[in-house]
């Protein structure tokens, strides 16, 4: 009954966000194109039409734990205090989740952070992880066969497909359908492109070609790190522009808006082509609003603007500003060290531990008490916090992995 069926995806999931589109980005295909190198758009035919390597046959890996490795790091944690007395933390169950997917030369990934606490929030982040990896492998084999091969916009069409089989899991087998928990998602594919059709978008020669496409309901967010040029990219720049409420994530899946749907207002497709050794980094907000100046008790004077509170300024020079600060921070964790993803994940997540140190302290010394609005003495927002990042190229698995059907 409250089941999308697949003949319905498109209509609900590409009409709709159409009808949103004018508060998402300009109708000017050019304007989707903006100056960080990624593409933005809410209709899977505005790709590019790239053909795609098929998956190369031999080992595959995957994961939905923590797990540090060279060729790919994740992890996640709370950062809310303890609560008294026990060994269980404010918030807990953790809400988000990650899955990793690697073949010898494609990778799905994705995370999801459930909105608000509890296990129907877990569930639901849970649910849709799943379904969203189980659908693109399932589609994966296919490619497999090579009848019909696979390019970026076909890409994009069937991850719109496996964001509505995430909504549709979430909801599936509850005799109420309020029953369900909601949660944003931001899942994509690494994919080895054909050299011929990739050049003629490519600045310069490459051994390899890959891309990245994504797509995203909520507030997660993707970034990209040029190995070459030591350049970082937030994929999703804009992805929670328009929202007003900042406990309001832009949207999400799971039964929010009349007769049970989800919340679309934001969902889009994302692109951006990829190097040998460049990385992708995806995150829940537990990370990113730790990079957000906001957060830290910097000013928008501090970075140059003339007003000195955040709510003076438009929204997209807001943003503006506030993607370069954090880009710079991100780029700050990726290049003070060691640069593998494992130790990237770690410099990450500890970083951002350590932030609202002061925060948790506050709230465990003093449990009834509310955290005094200083972003100085107490900067960060605590929250459940993930980190996944892998390395772009091909045959980058050990030898210990599990072989494909």
């Not at 944690?77 to 690697?102: E, H």
């Not at 051994?207 to 309901?217: E, I, L, P, Q, R």
Request: charged residues 25%; contains cysteine.
């Amino acid at each position: 009954m409250y089941r999308f069926s697949p003949a319905f995806v498109l209509f609900f999931f590409e009409e709709r966000v159409q009808k949103n589109s004018s508060s998402i980005m300009s109708t000017d295909k050019e304007k989707r194109s903006s100056t960080n190198g990624a593409i933005r758009t809410t209709v899977h035919s505005e790709l590019p039409k790239i053909r795609v390597i098929p998956i190369a046959k031999g080992s595959k890996w995957e994961t939905e734990a923590e797990v540090s490795e060279d060729f790919v790091g994740a992890k996640t944690v709370s950062t809310y205090p303890m609560l008294p007395g026990t060994n269980q933390r404010d918030g807990d169950p953790i809400a988000d989740y990650f899955s990793v997917l690697m073949f010898q030369n494609r990778t799905i990934l994705s995370v999801a952070d459930g909105c608000n606490w509890g296990l129907r929030s877990k569930e639901a982040a849970v649910r849709a992880t799943h379904a969203f990896k189980n659908y693109l492998v399932k589609r994966c084999a296919d490619f497999e066969v090579g009848e019909a091969a696979l390019d970026l916009q076909e890409a994009g069409h069937y991850l719109y497909r496996a964001v509505c089989e995430g909504h549709n899991k979430i909801v599936e087998g509850k005799e109420d359908i309020w029953e369900a928990g909601t949660t944003t998602l931001v899942g994509g594919m690494l994919l080895q492109l054909d050299p011929e059709d990739a050049k003629q978008y490519a600045k310069e020669e490459q051994k390899t070609y890959w891309g990245f496409v994504c797509a995203s309901v909520g507030d997660c967010k993707a970034f990209h790190w040029d190995a070459k040029t030591q350049k970082i990219t937030d994929i999703t720049v804009g992805n929670r522009m328009d929202v007003k409420d900042g406990r309001d994530p832009g949207g999400r899946l799971g039964p929010y808006l009349d007769g049970g749907t989800p919340d679309l207002r934001n969902l889009s497709l994302y692109y951006i082509p990829c190097a040998d050794d460049d990385l992708i980094v995806m995150v829940s907000d537990g990370v990113h609003d730790n990079f957000d100046p906001l957060f830290l008790g910097v000013s928008p004077k501090d970075l140059g603007a003339t007003a000195n509170n955040w709510e003076e300024v438009d929204k997209e020079k807001a943003e503006e500003l506030k993607t370069e600060y954090r880009n710079k921070l991100l780029k700050e964790m990726i290049t003070k060290g060691p640069s593998t993803p494992k130790d990237i994940t770690t410099r990450v997540i500890d970083y951002c531990v350590e932030l609202t140190r002061s925060s948790r302290e506050f709230m465990e010394t003093n449990p009834t008490l509310k955290l005094p609005p200083d972003m100085t003495t107490y900067p960060g927002k605590m929250d459940h916090t993930t980190c996944v990042v892998v390395q772009v190229g091909a045959n980058l698995l050990p030898r210990t992995t599990t072989p494909q059907d």
